[in-house]
């Protein structure tokens, strides 16, 4: 017996890194967001057809910040679903850590309400831990952290040139 291909959708998140300032960049999500209204989040978007992973992320960070960042590493993967679990809440993503020399005042849309550049001390004073979505933004960004200062210079540097699809 063969096996149906399952559907589900493919999405990104850009943990955003201010590398002279030490800051993250966290987004507010707007109120009359479907998912999730006014948490905190990173950059995140889906995938769309016939788009990588790297160009969805810097096509998402563009839009929702009008940023431009540098990839610097993988920080995981995510499986959630937006909803109820059906087959098309279903989202799969790759998680990146991108930095930008310094934190810029970024161009937000309608998708979130406000910005705020802050340090991994401040955000873990901030985020509401019983909340699903800011708990996860919070384990992300633990991660994130460790990684930043875990990861070999010469490693982050031919990331930032090579990239990580291996496509």
């Not at 959630?80 to 020399?101: A, I, K, Q, W």
């Amino acid at each position: 017996m063969v096996e149906e291909a399952g559907r589900f959708l493919a999405g990104v998140a850009g943990v955003v890194y201010s590398e002279r300032d030490g800051r993250y960049l966290l987004l507010r999500r707007s109120s009359d967001k479907d998912f999730a209204p006014e948490a905190w989040e990173c950059v995140t978007g889906r995938v769309q057809q016939g788009e990588g992973f790297e160009d969805a992320l810097r096509r998402e960070v563009r839009e929702e910040t009008g940023l431009d960042v540098t990839v610097d590493a993988i920080v995981g993967t995510t499986h959630f679903y937006r909803g109820p679990e059906r087959p098309e809440h279903e989202l799969l993503g790759v998680v990146y850590l991108c930095s930008v020399p310094t934190a810029t005042v970024p161009h937000i849309g309608p998708e979130h309400s406000e910005y705020r550049w802050m340090t991994f001390g401040e955000v873990q004073e901030m985020l509401r831990v019983n909340h699903a979505s800011e708990a996860w933004l919070l384990r992300t960004l633990r991660r994130a952290e460790m990684l930043r200062k875990a990861l070999p210079e010469g490693w982050v540097g031919h990331a930032r040139i090579t990239g990580f699809e291996l496509g």
